[in-house]
């Protein structure tokens, strides 16, 4: 991975980190559903506006298609699990089982993309893992994990997010324009979220303080327009699995952030965490390019085995 891709995951994953956190400090003042419409539909009128200045061609035919059905999976149905999962449990809670993601991301990868996962990516997933466990004193007595029935409904929204991902990719690979691409999903998306509760929402955001439109438009610009497009741009260069890797950096800033903003106290296992993690990062994003090589270069026509005109 180049380093200015990696340096532009992380400072995604810092904001991606801080979602939760909004989710909470908005949801007295918005449903469920009513934040998933407004973040992503306030995201899809950036777009409009910005359509005839995005680059790159407009995705047609079967790749229309595709990018339409990317919003019914994630800006939909897998944005609604997630919002959900997170108001029934907690934010801790879900900076936990954020440690799934990157697992889930990469084994689709693996399944459908035929992404191989190296011993050394392998290696840094488990310390990530121990890492997040560690950052998050799970093995502490007062630990308390909230329903299973909550953890299971956050962490299906995962597979809606690596199917996001596993559909785009072969798209920006062959040259549509990803951002052109991820506008048409948030425009699908946001016209199905409008008539689930389009009239609900419009209703209460008559409403809403003045923080929580701060915080929804952070996460329609940021969170959404930016970030989804960093996303992309980065994995159209590299495996999937790499990319995932940088998740597990959410739970150290989602720690730097509740105790910045929230105050809430430190320990050893934030430490011992974060440095778990580093290592899982530095040991991942360190394998040799041959754990995914890449694709075999087309035969040439004249049968030469150079590849180069004789």
């Known amino acids: 991975m180049k380093a200015s891709h990696l340096i532009l995951l992380l400072a995604m994953n810092f904001c991606w980190a801080a979602i939760y956190a909004a989710y909470k400090v908005i949801g007295p ?4 559903g009513g934040i998933v419409t407004l973040r992503f539909g306030l995201a899809a009128v950036i777009f409009l506006f910005l359509w005839p200045w995005l680059p790159g061609p407009t995705p ?11 919003g019914l999976v994630l800006f ?15 934010a801790g809670n879900s900076s936990v089982l954020m440690a799934l993601e990157p697992l889930v991301t990469s ?10 996962i190296g011993p050394r990516r392998a290696a840094g997933f488990g310390m990530g893992l121990l890492g997040v466990g560690l950052l998050h004193g799970v093995y ?4 308390q994990w909230t329903s299973m029935a909550s953890s299971l409904i956050f962490v299906s929204s995962f597979i809606c997010e690596a199917a996001y991902t596993v559909m785009g990719k072969p798209l920006v690979v062959r040259g549509v324009s990803l951002m052109r691409m991820l506008a048409l999903g948030l425009f699908s998306g946001t016209l199905i979220n409008l008539l689930i509760d389009g009239r609900t ?3 209460a955001a008559t409403h809403l303080p003045g923080k929580a439109w701060v915080l929804l438009f952070a996460l329609a610009i940021i969170c959404t327009v930016i970030g989804y497009s960093v996303w992309f741009i980065v994995i159209r260069e590299c495996p999937v699995n790499v990319a995932a890797l940088t998740v597990f950096a959410q739970a150290v800033f989602g720690v730097i952030i509740a105790a910045v903003c929230l105050q809430e106290p430190l320990h050893w296992g934030h430490l011992t965490g974060s440095i778990a993690i580093a290592l899982g990062l530095a040991l991942g994003l360190s394998g040799p390019a041959g754990e995914n090589p890449p694709p075999p270069s087309p035969a040439p026509a004249n049968g030469s085995a150079s590849g180069r005109p004789e």
């Open 29 to 32: 003042a918005l449903e469920t």
């Open 201 to 203: 929402t419009l209703s």
């Open 76 to 90: 939909v149905i897998g944005q609604r699990l997630q919002v959900y999962g997170n108001y029934l449990g907690t």
């Open 60 to 70: 047609k035919g079967k790749d229309f298609v595709i990018s339409c059905a990317m």
């Open 140 to 143: 502490r007595s007062d630990f």
């Open 107 to 116: 084994v689709i990868a693996a399944m459908f993309l035929r992404e191989r």
